[in-house]
């Protein structure tokens, strides 16, 4: 009996005497890259797709025309020729992180704002070369697509906040269209490129909620062009899930465009635009 019971203990032992040896043993290699990469990566995904709504108010004026009329004035749309001064627009965005160090960022985005009109004139109105008389039922259509793809580099980037800089490029489509039955109908359709420099902030406050901060900014003066944006984002992000969240979000972007010809690459029209709007923004959030 004493024989079975000392070859249990020994038996029990060796068994407990193996499962420490295993637990100190090295990782292996998997593991072992396994584990860089959570140091690496954080709280922070590699890619990141936001798909929304945002409640914006416009400001827009237009001046667009070759004759002396057209060019001396400056159009306030909203107001003038009765474009809508609130609306709801759809949008995308995400970005990608890439790179041994996932400091390395590229980002995207793509926003539509269409809006179209009809109003009796109230007053005289100067558009292109022309003067819209009072009395006049004008059919107006004023379309504004933002396409956004940067690169940025995360200067910081740690367990609690990732700070980066980069440059961009913002593309323009801009369509307005006017029509009325005295002096007949009139276009114009331009697309604005225009590079921006970036500075963009992310702070995890805890493992599933986020703070995101961006800021896009460009002034240029040639010749006879002139342009300039501002856009910035402030946005609080839950993870209720661990690949969807959802955010809420306050963007501002202001453009400004005047040319007086072909001094701007790729710009090729005479007179000025100036859209801005301020929105809150309600996305879902996809990430891995």
């Known amino acids: ?51 929304g709504v945002s409640l914006v108010n416009l400001d827009s004026s237009v001046r667009l025309g070759l004759g002396n009329v057209g060019v001396g004035f400056s159009v306030d749309v909203e107001d003038a020729l009765g474009l809508d001064s609130s609306d709801t627009i759809f949008f995308g965005r995400g970005f990608y992180r890439f790179g041994k160090t996932r400091r390395h960022r590229f980002d995207f985005g793509y926003g539509a704002y269409r809006r179209d009109s009809s109003k009796l004139l109230s007053s005289d109105v100067p558009i292109f070369d022309l003067i819209l008389p009072a009395n006049t039922t004008v059919q107006t259509e004023f379309n504004f697509d933002i396409i956004r793809a940067g690169y940025s580099y995360s200067l910081l980037k740690d367990d609690r906040m990732d700070l980066g800089i980069g440059a961009g490029l913002y593309v323009m489509p801009i369509e307005f269209k006017f029509s009325s039955s005295v002096k007949g109908a009139k276009s114009e359709e331009i697309t604005a490129p225009l590079p921006v420099l970036t500075l963009r902030g992310d702070f995890a406050i805890t493992k599933k909620l986020f703070l995101r901060a961006s800021w896009d900014i460009f002034y240029l003066s040639i010749g006879d062009f002139q342009g300039s944006i501002m856009s910035a984002l402030l946005a609080i992000e ?22 007086q010809g072909s001094d701007y690459p790729g710009l090729n029209f005479v007179g000025d635009i100036d859209f801005q709007y301020r929105g809150l923004q309600l996305y879902t959030k996809i990430s891995f």
């Open 238 to 259: 839950y993870n209720f899930w661990k690949n969807v969240g959802f955010g809420l979000g306050y963007s501002d972007f202001r453009v400004h465009v005047e040319a």
């Open 1 to 51: 009996m004493k024989k079975v019971i000392w070859i249990f203990v020994i038996m029990v032992f060796s068994f407990c005497f193996s499962q420490t040896v295993l637990a100190q043993e090295p990782e292996t290699p998997d593991e072992q890259k396994e584990e860089t990469e959570k140091k690496i990566v954080g709280p922070w995904r590699n890619f990141n797709l936001d798909l």
